[in-house]
């Protein structure tokens, strides 16, 4: 080998790996508790490999709306991403059962079933179809708000026409209550409210908050329905092809974000009960919560016939509280 030659093959090997560029999805502003823990987990993970994987994340859901970004991360497109599991139906059958009413005791048993052998379940299911679930996130516990009266029991909902996200599973929980359900886009439920095309709706108390519906909605009762989680995904190509050191040190990353992320949803939840209820709005507990999930025995049964492997999955989960 030549003097050049080998100088050559020397500066080749003293080079640094190609950096990895990565790209993140995010549907929400910048401030809200899911952008701030994507943020640092982006900082951390090019901090800590040393710009091996350098991370920036797209907020306000500029690279599309989730069904578009679920695709680009699958595919490799789109790096990573924080995604609800609610849409996730359609391509991840499992996580439908993540989308039954009253599924969840609390927000807690939702952390305790998702960080364990369950929700590994949900992530092994994920992995199938090329997403890498590293950590869950929180979005809170929808409850049920209206403009005409405190919902204590079931019988309290009779004919007030809902907003419900489009799933078949909340058009069907709202009309087991007795309720209206009418799936409608969340951009036209403000001026529904106001003008009575809608009695309510539901919802977590950031969304209740910072859309503006308490101004038109008085009373709001924590019926807790819904409690959906969140996943910190990373797109399996982008995964696979990481070293198994920066693996180790992306997982802990997103483990931390989702410490980070349900730490600032608190206490942004807090703050948006603090704002509705300095501004008259009615707050009233669920005293039998029972009575509501009785309700959904047939809502279940629907679901279960449709999906008989999913039962072990869904039995797991009520019995583990």
């Given at each position: 080998?030549?003097?050049v030659?080998?100088?050559a ?5 003293s ?5 990895e560029?990565w ?15 994507l943020?640092?987990f982006?900082?951390?993970?090019t901090?800590?490999?040393?710009g091996?994987?350098?991370v920036?994340?797209?907020n306000?859901?500029?690279l599309?709306?989730q069904p ?7 595919s ?11 849409p ?18 609390s927000?807690e048993?939702m952390?305790?079933?998702m960080?364990g052998e369950?929700g590994?379940?949900?992530?092994d299911?994920?992995a199938?179809?090329?997403l890498i ?5 929180d979005?809170g ?5 209206n403009t005409e009266?405190?919902v204590?029991?079931p019988?309290?909902?009779q004919g007030l026409k ?7 599973l909340?058009?069907e929980m709202?009309?087991?209550?007795g309720g209206?359900?009418?799936p409608m886009a969340y951009g036209?439920?403000y ?5 009575g095309v ?6 977590n108390y950031p ?5 503006n519906?308490y ?11 819904l ?9 399996k190509?982008?995964w696979?092809?990481?070293?198994p ?7 802990e990353?997103?483990i931390k974000?989702s ?7 608190v206490?942004g939840s807090?703050e948006s009960?603090q ?5 008259g ?6 005293e039998?919560k029972a009575?509501?999930q009785?309700?959904m ?7 279960i016939?449709e999906?008989?492997d999913l039962e072990?999955l869904?039995?797991?989960?009520r019995n583990s509280n």
């Open positions: 080998m030549s003097a030659a080998a100088s093959a020397v500066m080749l090997l080079l640094p790996a190609q950096a560029d790209r993140g999805w995010n549907i929400h502003p910048p401030g809200y508790p899911n952008t701030e823990a943020e640092a982006a900082e951390s993970v901090e800590r490999t040393e091996r994987v350098t920036q994340v797209y306000n859901g500029v599309g709306d578009d970004a679920i695709e680009q991360t699958r490799g497109a789109l790096d990573f991403a924080n995604f609800n599991m609610g996730m139906g359609p391509i991840v059958k499992e996580t439908n059962v993540l989308s039954l009413p009253f599924l969840f005791s927000i048993h952390h305790e079933v960080d369950i590994q379940q949900f992530a299911a994920l199938e179809k090329n679930a590293l950590s869950w996130f979005s516990a929808r409850s049920l708000y009266r405190p204590h029991t019988e309290d909902m809902i907003r419900v996200m489009n799933n078949d909340y058009v709202i009309e087991a209550l209206n359900a009418t036209e439920v001026q529904a409210l106001k003008t809608l009695d309510g709706a539901e919802n969304s209740f908050e910072s859309s519906h101004e038109a909605a008085d009373y709001y009762s924590l019926t807790e329905h409690i959906i989680p969140e996943c910190l995904c990373i797109a190509a982008s696979e092809a990481l070293s050191e920066d693996q180790e040190i992306v997982r990353e997103a974000a410490e980070l992320q349900r730490q600032l949803w206490e807090q009960r704002i509705v209820l300095d501004a709005i009615e707050i009233n507990e669920v039998d009575a509501f009785e309700k025995e047939p809502v279940y049964s629907a679901f016939e999906n008989p072990s869904i039995d797991a989960i």
